[in-house]
């Protein structure tokens, strides 16, 4: 099997620039990303009643305007790439924070399940072979997402440079800046979703900052508009927060390497999950933490190897589209801070072109 490459992109200026160039450069397939992804959303919002996407992106709508005035300079990327693409600012927003949007526009009601989810790994410098602290997880959501996945360079005037693995016309995803900063996010799903900031906007601008203070206040306040748990490494420290629309919840990995999936851990927000936590999400966790014990010390390929485990079938780390179960891996990253690195691939661990990117 030929493995995936991984398509890489550099933009520098402005963020009106970095916009527009993106935009353009990916213009066709920025075009062909936001139906898809309305499309694979209306497959779920169905079994809610709705019949259209117009109230998905009307909440689409409200949270870019609620991110224009909490992040100005992403804001001003983002409606930079739409106008450089030629597609609607709003549209392509709910888009990019599709599960975010879908859930503000859920609440109150019951969600449906389904199997989507990553893994997360955080591993104190300890625990690895080098004496590098490393971060690291899957990305794992729709499998026609697989051919919209792209690592986009930013060289702004004005802040960090950064490398995100992200998809066409998105903002930061998974992603590092040149202080050594990384960051990630796992999805989960709790009620009490509303208008606010996608979680793509509150990863762009933790990698905007210049320290991991910043970045943990920045994710903490952040007028968030649901549920996600996200991490934060830099050389020195790593940690995680489980989120909710009201409530942020810190957990350090210091003493011991840390796995995360897609249910809730903290039980404030257990109580309020919008759907009991997933066989696959439970295996996963329970996978992850016996490799995270079993491989120890850590580098790139023992992860590697972490992120390509199938031992458990449907249910397992490693994610195929032919398991039917509405999702798969569609990208793995390994952050090492203290060396500005990313190791990282499109699709899965054993499927795609590992190359090594540096900020």
Known sequence: MELLNLPQLTFSGSVTAIGEAHGAALRQQIRDFVPMRFDATMEYLRALGHKDVAPLVDVGRRCLAAYASWHPEGHAEHCAIARGAGVDAAEL?????????????????????DAEGCTAVLIPSAFSKSGHAIAAQTWDLNPQDLDYVVAIHRLP??????????????????????????????????????????????????????????AAQICETAPRAAAHTYWLASPEQLAEWETTAWSAVRRDAVHEPTGRTNHCLVEQHAQKQGEPASASSKARLSRVGDRLRADAPHDVVSLQAIFADRQDGIDSINRFAEDGEGTSTNSVVVAIPALRTLWTCRGSADRGEWVELRV
């Open 93 to 113: 927003y709910t888009a990019a924070n599709m599960t975010d949007m879908r859930d503000v526009l859920a609440l109150g009601g019951s969600l449906p399940a």
């Open 157 to 214: 005037d004005n802040a960090p440079a950064t490398w995100s693995v992200t998809c066409t016309g998105c903002l930061s995803l998974v992603g590092m800046n040149d202080r050594g900063l990384a960051v990630g996010t796992t999805n989960i799903k709790t009620h009490g979703s509303k208008v606010g900031i996608g979680y793509m906007g509150v990863l762009h601008k933790m990698l905007s900052a210049k320290s991991f203070a910043e």
